[in-house]
């Protein structure tokens, strides 16, 4: 299937409506610590979103989309987690059974999570990437509807939704900076921003432990990494997908890095001075910001993903 275009973006919105939260807008005062960097930032706080992430929006969009007859045998999906989440919540509420296949580093607060969305988890291998072999050799043999984390075009159109509430809210927004993981949530925003205010700036953030997509965009093709040095799971495919790489390529200005150490001291920041619970993966945008990883032209309007919650950044 060919990259979503606005058109669909605003499909996936109308169909979200009342089944998503929408998420709230917070601009950052001029406070204590740093205050040249994060003075009128705004945050998206999708760590707000039910199950504590943005991914139900391209869950729920992409099982919405499938046939009946299609998704009543049971869905299935690999996640490093917050996906898995997100399938395990759309699975409930639709009243399907789901499977969610996730790699071995998966956070134990993220598995109690899904059980209680009533989803049967399968642990298999080491990262995203060889729970999802799994997870698609599964779906083959027990002909049942899988979603992809990230590459899905109906995924990528429910994340864009994100983009378009920004815009909707807050249209004096010059940049937004988005934390990538597979790259379904960057894309989304991307397409979604690009059509409604061109020239916006979209700027990706990566741990430096896991440039799944910096390093493919500087090598021109898809590369895969050999080895994934990050404790922020959630943003560790070792590859990600030609569709999102075509999407990022064309529509995101650069893509920065940030280090485990900078993503918790700015998930501590958030928490410190908004009361913002952050995973490491959702402190990642703020991050790039605070360590200077992205440094805005004086007046510049900065637009944060807080694109997860949790407390692993925070203790």
């Known amino acids: 299937m060919p990259a979503p275009g606005l058109s669909e973006i605003r499909e996936a919105a109308a169909r979200l409506r009342g089944k998503v939260r929408l998420t709230p807008l917070l601009v950052v005062p001029p406070v204590r ?3 040249e960097r994060a003075a009128g930032m705004v945050l998206k706080l999708e760590s707000l979103q039910v199950t504590g ?8 969009n992409a099982l919405s989309a499938l046939p009946a007859d299609t ?4 869905i299935v999906t690999a996640s490093g987690g917050n996906h898995g ?12 059974p789901a499977t969610i296949f996730l790699p071995r580093s998966v956070a134990a607060d993220k598995l109690a999570k899904i059980e209680a969305w009533s989803a049967r988890i399968v642990v298999a291998g080491d990262a995203w990437d060889d729970s999802n072999l799994a997870a698609l050799s599964h779906a083959e043999t027990e002909r049942l509807a899988y979603i992809h984390p990230f590459a899905d075009p109906r995924v990528i159109a429910g994340q864009g939704t994100i983009g378009l509430e920004i815009l ?6 010059d940049t937004i900076l988005v934390a990538i993981g597979g790259g379904g949530l960057i894309a989304g925003i991307a397409i979604a921003a690009a059509a409604t205010k061109p020239g916006i700036r979209v700027i990706g953030v990566e741990p430096t432990g896991a440039p799944t997509l910096f390093e493919s965009i500087g090598a021109g ?4 990494l050999a080895r994934l040095d990050t ?10 997908d030609e569709l999102n790489l075509q999407i990022i390529a064309r529509l995101v200005e650069r893509i920065v890095l940030v280090s485990d150490a900078e993503m918790r001291e700015a998930a501590r920041w958030l928490w410190q001075e908004t009361g913002v619970a952050a995973e490491l993966s959702g402190a990642a945008a703020v991050a790039a910001l605070l360590a200077g990883r992205y ?3 004086p007046g510049e309007r900065v637009c944060a993903i807080v694109c997860g919650a949790g407390a692993d950044g925070i203790g």
């Not at 992430?53 to 729920?60: H, L, Q």
């Not at 998704?71 to 049971?74: H, I, L, T």
């Not at 909707?168 to 927004?173: D, K, W």
């Open 71 to 74: 998704v009543a045998r049971g």
């Open 33 to 35: 610590d740093r205050a």
């Open 295 to 297: 440094q805005p032209a």
């Open 221 to 224: 093709r898809l590369v895969e």
């Open 53 to 60: 992430s943005f991914k139900p929006r391209g869950a729920i």
């Open 231 to 240: 404790a922020a799971v959630t943003l560790a495919p070792r590859r990600s």
């Open 85 to 96: 989440l997100a399938v395990a919540y759309a699975g409930w509420a639709a009243g399907v």
């Open 168 to 173: 909707g809210e807050a249209p004096e927004v």
